[in-house]
């Protein structure tokens, strides 16, 4: 059974780097492959993961488009079509593969083409024990139904007071736009210690859930990313990675 694991936060709270270490907690915990998703078109999850896109979802929906105007693609339905592209875009690695979603270009509307995506992803996910999503920032993708059953949604924030409160906002909208999950956990990145800052103490009761921690600033996690060096060359010891590992055993 595939358990899909959604990260989602404002921008620059870290959590494209905490999915991606995610992957590896995953993989090297025996809960591989791993898909993983970047639905995020502002996010780099490649590059935190190693490797390289060559098409996101985006540009396939718009060449989809733009193939199906010319009259083209006789024989194939548009749906084949897509899924055919959709398969082709997989990144595979040993341990886990990566998809990208990508931005919409050009005007138009999208309903099917998402309504497609929905259905590939579901298939795409049914081989995979677990789906990291590296959500773009809110909660639109996961609204949409992008990933249909949630195993875990993870409210990702920093240790700043605004960061916290933001944390708060999403964790109403999900409720107001019925974001349906297993488990709801929260992460409070950048601590300065590896308690939960005062104004987050109250988090667990008001949320519901037993899983929430805090990640301590990571000097080598910044430097990794300042020289975009992937998450699978930090050293097995890192304590952000020994952290995210014990946070997803607790979880699964």
């Known amino acids: 059974m595939s358990r899909t694991i959604a990260f989602t936060g404002k921008g620059g709270v870290g959590k494209t780097t905490i999915a991606s270490l995610s992957v590896r907690a ?14 995020d078109p502002n996010s780099c999850l490649d590059v935190a ?26 024989g194939i339905s548009k749906q084949d079509l897509l899924e055919l592209r959709i398969a082709e875009s997989l990144v595979e690695r040993e341990g886990f593969d990566l998809i990208a979603m990508g931005r919409p270009e050009g005007a138009g509307c999208y309903c099917f083409a998402n309504n497609v995506l929905k259905d590939a992803l579901a298939r795409l996910a049914r081989d995979y024990p677990s789906v ?23 409210l990702v924030g920093d240790a700043t007071r605004n960061g916290i409160e933001t944390v708060k906002r ?20 950048r601590s300065k210690g590896s308690s939960l800052p005062e104004s987050a103490a109250g988090l667990a009761s008001l949320f519901s859930t037993p899983y929430v921690i805090a990640l301590p600033f990571d000097p080598q996690i910044g430097e990794f990313s300042e020289s975009g060096r992937k998450v699978f060359e930090l050293p097995g010891e890192n304590p952000s990675l020994v952290r995210i590992g014990e946070f997803l055993a607790a979880l699964l």
């Open 170 to 189: 999403l964790y109403e909208l999900a409720k107001e736009m019925d974001v349906r999950y297993g488990k709801l956990a929260v992460i409070i990145n």
């Open 26 to 39: 995953l993989v090297e915990s025996g809960r591989g492959p791993v898909l993983a998703v970047d639905a």
């Open 132 to 154: 990291v999503l590296d959500n773009e920032a809110g909660l639109e993708n996961l609204s949409r139904r992008i990933a249909q059953e949630l195993a875990v949604l993870v």
């Open 49 to 74: 993961l190693g490797v390289a896109v060559s098409s996101t979802i985006g540009k396939i929906r718009e060449e989809a488009r733009e193939t199906a105007s010319r009259g083209m693609g006789a």
